[in-house]
């Protein structure tokens, strides 16, 4: 294996332009196969087709990649590397293991690269206001960033309990200007946060756009969402060719709602030898609490999309369990539904503990320490890796760097800090 | 007289009586199970022309505090579409004539599957449904399921729709149109804005169904200022509110004076048709 695990310096990429749709989805009516669609209240629908609409034509209008690439590159610090992780591979006496660095972006994660796109669309919109929900933080954070560079006033709703858990990044958020509102209906997580940002938006939508973090939500939200996201896949893809003259075996991702995922995906969906994993939380275990919603779920619709979903019987939403909140969420966004329906992609399940885990075995190999939500991926490989042979490769997105989680780490570990 | 039929005539009834129509919403299941059938009979007998039975969900997001709250508190007590159904039998044994719509989220009757459901529903005695986050756009296999029931569809239009929506929902849609009056939730308001008045004068462009403003809607004094240029209005948080105002068995007497004080505004000092 000359090439395999040289380190090199990844050739120069061009600067990305226009993301490239590989698979045609979602259709006109923002479907992908069974699932998407756009199911709101009547009060959003006109927003969401005014979205539509301006998404189109800035899709269509070079200036409008011109400006975002720039960011992207002076702003955001675009392209973020591919490392071929030697040690973890040494380790782990499996594949080959390379590591898309999206923890090196500015904001410690790859939320920026859609917050980013969308901030420039709100601006066309002529929106001066926004609304963003968030999780682990992440997302809030890069909200607040683009805010505070673009000068617009920027609402950010957060369940009370990751209000709790994630407390640097509240305060990141305030410190850029950002007013953080927690949200203390139903399970006060993640998807009680997106309630409360629609009923804001709702109430706001002649002023305000609704900054939605992942790939969920209504049409076209998870269309936009993956399109700003594909950067990831795209130049992952050309980055891993460059460097090996070979497609990876296995691209892996973390799962929630699922964008880092998409991102990653969109790259590697037109080459059917590429297996895409996707990886969720199975939180306690699966017969516990978990947000595991493809492995345990069944289709139905949250949050303005037909997905797969945690539901009981009657079809109440199912509260979800992760040791990281931003994968603690019962739906997923369509696209991965429908990747997993047409048996495109795989998507299996990691405990709470497992990922504690696969957090440990990168920060110690590699010195790097992950996000709780990749941290998920990492242990999955360390599962997989012994079926594995040193002649495949194994392509992880490291989608954002631990930081944000040491408290909640720390307090795993029994550790008072 | 099938749903749609029923809940319509129900409208023309009330106008023909010099009365703008009062639909009224009750959260099934809140605040017990047991006072759901009483409430809904006081709310009839109290002079109610349409009846909204809540369906609970869990992410209800197009509903403010009070009905987050009352729905909150109906799941906790038990509540299930089945518990809906078993209500509405009992209200209609126990004589309500008055129209019935149930009104909730898609995803409980998707779970249900759609035909079932609509079947249920008739066979309890529900003339119609109302789905907050069901968009005309993506009606159609659920319209199909109530056309074979009889069951109304009635079309929720806001003060962002456009003509071409509007027209689609009024076209697919029957019993009545619901115009929502604000931009935002449900939930009580000092003030109804008059910029309904432009959606209502829209929405009456295109059809010839009864014209409903709700959202925001709480007082008498709302009530007859939508009767100027409305064929009826629809009241939730503020009827629930009075439900919540006290124990669970004075309840159905408090949901009965609280239809009672809207009377006097739902009648027409000149009757405008």
Known sequence: ?417 | MNGKQKIQQAFTTANADGRAALAMFVTSGFPTLETTVPIIKAVADAGADVIEVGMPFSDPLGEGLTIQKSSHAALLAGTTPQTCFDAIREARAAGVTTPIVLMGYYNPIFACGLGEFCRAAADAGADGLIVQDLPTPEAAPLLDECDRYGLAFIPLVALTSTDESIAASCQRGSGFVYCISVLGVTGVRTQVSDRILGLVSRVRAKTDLPIAVGFGVSTAEHVARIATYADGAAIGSALINAIADGAPEGAAERAGEYVKSLLPGARRKVVAK
């Open chain 1, 1 to 417: 294996m000359p090439i395999r695990g040289n380190c090199t310096r990844a050739t120069k990429l061009h600067m990305a332009t226009v993301p490239v749709r590989k698979t045609g989805l979602p259709d006109a009516s923002g479907r992908f196969g069974q699932f998407g669609g756009k199911f709101v209240p009547e009060t959003l629908m006109a927003a969401l087709t005014e979205l539509e609409q301006a998404y189109e034509t800035a899709r269509a209008d070079a200036a409008f990649w011109d400006e975002l690439n720039s960011l992207l590159a002076d702003y955001v610090g675009r392209p973020t590397p591919i490392y071929f992780a030697r040690n973890l591979t040494k380790q782990l006496g499996g594949p080959q293991i390379y590591i898309k660095r999206e923890d090196l972006c500015h904001t410690g994660a790859h939320k920026i690269n859609n917050a980013l796109g969308q901030i420039l669309l709100a601006k066309q919109l002529g929106k001066k206001r926004i609304v963003a929900e968030t999780g682990a933080g992440q997302h809030g954070v890069a909200t607040a960033t683009v805010c505070a560079q673009m000068g617009l006033e920027c609402i950010v709703y957060m369940g009370e309990e990751d209000v709790k858990r994630q407390a640097p990044n509240v305060y990141r958020m305030n410190e850029l200007g950002a007013e953080v509102v927690p949200v203390t209906s139903g399970s006060r997580t993640l998807k009680d946060a997106i309630n409360e940002a629609i009923r804001d938006w709702v109430t706001n939508v002649e002023t305000t756009h609704y900054l939605i973090g992942s790939a969920v939500g209504p049409h076209p939200y998870p269309m936009i969402v993956r399109d700003f996201q594909s950067i990831i896949g795209t130049e992952a893809r050309q980055q891993f060719v460059d460097r090996t003259g070979e497609l990876p075996d296995y691209v892996i991702a973390c799962v929630g709602g699922g964008s880092n995922a998409i991102g990653m995906f969109s790259g590697f969906v037109d080459d059917p030898s590429v297996i895409l994993v996707g990886v969720e939380a199975a939180g306690e275990g699966l017969e516990g609490k978990h947000a595991a919603t493809m492995s345990k779920g069944r289709p139905g619709v949250l949050h303005g999309a037909m997905s797969y979903l945690l539901q009981d019987r009657w079809g109440q939403i199912l509260e979800a369990h992760s040791i990281s909140a931003g994968l603690d969420y019962p739906g997923v966004g369509p696209e991965h539904s429908y990747l997993k329906e047409t048996e495109r992609a795989q998507y299996v399940a990691v405990t709470d503990d497992e990922a504690l885990e696969g957090f440990r075995l990168l920060t110690r190999t590699e010195g790097i320490i992950p996000a709780l939500e990749p941290s998920h991926a990492i242990a999955h490989i360390q599962k997989m890796a012994p079926g594995l042979s040193p002649d495949q490769t194994v392509l992880l997105l490291l989608s954002g760097r631990g930081d944000k989680d040491l408290d909640t780490v720390a307090r795993a570990r029994g550790v008072k800090l």
